[in-house]
């Protein structure tokens, strides 16, 4: 019973971290980002992936396709400098703010004509 019993765990904990290892780093290693006039954002993806952990902080805002800040955008969806501002600029200062490594803050650090 025991032995059942520990075996159970040990095959939970292998199923634990192959599906953490599966869903790590999915997608482009980079995208480049459509940057608007100040120029395109190079987007380190798996840098992101790797920081942040969880898929959802993203893409629950964005699905999983090209040119989405750009078609949302011109649905309206999203204003101007939104994702900018309250989404990287917030994160990188958060993740500053708790000591941890964070990205740049200032938009010439990511936007390149």
Do not use: Y
Not at 30 to 57: E, T
């Amino acid at each position: 019973m025991k032995a059942r019993i520990m075996m159970s765990i040990i095959a939970i904990i292998i199923l634990t971290c192959a599906t953490a290892v599966a869903v790590e780093n999915q997608g482009a290693k980079d995208i480049m980002l459509d940057g608007g006039k100040k120029g395109n954002v190079n987007f380190p993806h798996h840098s992101h992936q790797n920081a942040i952990g969880d898929c959802k902080v993203c893409h629950d805002l964005f699905p999983k396709t090209a040119v989405t800040i750009k078609d949302f955008k011109e649905q309206g969806k999203l204003k101007k400098m939104q994702v900018m501002n309250k989404i990287c600029i917030e994160c990188h200062k958060l993740k500053e703010k708790a000591g941890e490594k964070a990205g740049p803050t200032k938009c010439s650090q990511c936007h390149v004509k």
